[in-house]
């Protein structure tokens, strides 16, 4: 590690502690095939400590439905009558419903693919298993009728 990161680092690890010690160590890895500095529940379990939770009070169903527009974030937590719960990040609330007697989490996870792998990655180190993206669209097909369920096998990006 050159000097001045050593130097960056100390100053870093003494004013930040846990989380700026992890960032800056993180960014300067060269060589991925060595033990991870940090597990993803490690990670979680200072978050929740900065945002005043115990990693115990996150209760992470094993379904979750990843909201890929706001519009349908509000229509799945009216039809799974959920209620939101304790989660590590304020702007991005976690609900917890139920389908059929089964509790199913609903997060929004846009926009974006960084944001969605971040939400994922933070709600499997929970607990999460299955993951099912829900997003509404304006459909381009006359025979897309509104209510129909849209199953993509293709995107087509500009």
Excluded at 4 to 33: H, P, Q, W
Excluded at 78 to 86: C, D, G, I, N, S
Aim: glycine share 6%.
């Amino acid at each position: 590690m050159p000097k001045e990161f050593r130097y960056l680092l100390e100053i870093l690890s003494r004013k930040f502690k846990d989380i700026g010690c992890v960032i800056m160590i993180e960014a300067l890895r060269t060589n991925y095939a060595e033990k991870p500095l940090i597990s993803p529940r490690q990670s979680i379990r200072i978050i929740a400590k900065y945002s005043h939770l115990k990693f115990e009070e996150l209760k992470v169903p094993r379904c979750i439905l990843l909201s890929l527009s706001v519009g349908a974030t509000q229509l799945l937590i009216k039809e799974t009558e959920a209620e939101e719960v304790a989660w590590i990040y304020r702007a991005r609330p976690l609900y917890v419903g139920n389908i059929s007697g089964n509790p199913v989490g609903i997060i929004w996870a846009a926009p974006g693919a960084p944001l969605a792998t971040m939400v994922v990655e933070d709600l499997v180190a929970c607990g999460a298993k299955l993951f099912i993206g829900v997003g509404l669209l304006a459909a381009t097909q006359p025979r897309i009728n509104v209510g129909n369920y849209v199953i993509p096998s293709l995107a087509v990006r500009n």
